[in-house]
């Protein structure tokens, strides 16, 4: 009986990480989809670069973190909080979960 819970114990645990970075995976995803939809925001507007990229990026429930021209194109970063069950996850190894960050780049084709 006390192997079979700590077998059980054992398996929550794995199961319940798999799942943490399977959340991180598709978070990570997100937020590299947000920038890039900042980024190209930002280089198709005729107005301000930036606060076409930080509408973008807030329409999307992300902060912009940095926006900067090069030349003529436009290079954003945008962050996310990481999720929820990471952060649980985290938290129960004693740990704190960063941020999710992505950057892109977009100008004229």
């Known amino acids: 009986?006390?192997?079979?819970?700590?077998?059980?114990?054992?398996?929550l645990m794995v199961s319940s990480?798999?799942?943490?970075?399977?959340?991180?995976?598709?978070?990570?995803?997100?937020?590299?989809?947000?920038?890039d939809l900042a980024a190209l925001a930002g280089a198709q507007t005729r107005g301000e670069p930036c606060r076409a990229?930080?509408?973008?990026a807030r329409a999307n429930d992300a902060q912009l973190v940095s926006c900067a021209l090069d030349g003529t194109d436009v290079?954003?970063?945008?962050?996310?909080?990481?999720?929820?069950?990471?952060t649980r996850v985290?938290?129960?190894l004693g740990g704190r979960a960063n941020?999710?960050?992505?950057?892109?780049r977009a100008g004229p084709s």
């Open 1 to 11: 009986m006390v192997w079979a819970l700590a077998l059980l114990s054992v398996l």
């Open 53 to 56: 990229a930080d509408d973008a």
């Open 75 to 86: 290079v954003v970063t945008v962050r996310r909080p990481a999720p929820e069950l990471v």
């Open 17 to 35: 990480l798999a799942s943490a970075v399977a959340v991180q995976a598709i978070a990570r995803q997100r937020v590299a989809t947000i920038a």
């Open 90 to 92: 985290i938290a129960a």
């Open 99 to 104: 941020d999710v960050d992505a950057s892109a």
